[in-house]
């Protein structure tokens, strides 16, 4: 069992900037895929970014690519999203979610094939 437990979320206005955390707990096996999922109202849930645990092999939805960043930190069990140049089309419900995998290919994975979710952390960017 794996428990996420995000924070960081808030209200922002455009162009401003947000760093989101995951704090991860239990067996957080080194083959795991490290996501971050948004969800805006009315919307499914999309794929922001991902980072494979052992590598670090990152990636990015397009339309966040240049002003977000994955990261983690192996120590301490937390996983981040530094967010930056918010845009109003940027406000959602964000989701860090863990998976195991025996390879860095976490893109491919959808939000269904994830195992872990936190409970979520709301961000909303103002005009």
């Known amino acids: 069992q794996v428990q996420l437990v995000e924070s960081g979320g808030g209200s922002v206005q455009a162009g401003g900037s947000l760093r989101l955390s995951c704090a991860m707990s239990?067996?957080?096996?080194?083959?795991?895929?490290l996501a971050w999922f948004r969800q805006a109202p009315g919307k499914e849930r999309e794929r922001v970014a991902t980072?494979?645990?052992?590598?670090?092999?990152?990636s990015y939805a397009d339309s966040v690519k240049g002003r977000f960043a994955i990261s983690k930190d192996n120590a301490n069990n937390t996983l981040y999203l530094q967010m930056n140049s918010l845009k109003p089309e940027d406000t959602g419900l964000y989701y860090c979610?863990?998976?195991?995998?025996?390879?860095?290919?976490?893109?491919?994975?959808?939000?269904?094939?994830?195992?872990?979710w936190g409970q979520g952390t709301q961000v909303t960017v103002s005009s």
């Open positions: 239990g067996n957080t096996y080194s083959t795991y895929c």
């Open positions: 979610a863990a998976r195991a995998s025996p390879s860095a290919n976490c893109r491919f994975f959808g939000p269904r094939e994830y195992k872990y």
């Open positions: 980072i494979y645990r052992t590598t670090g092999s990152t």
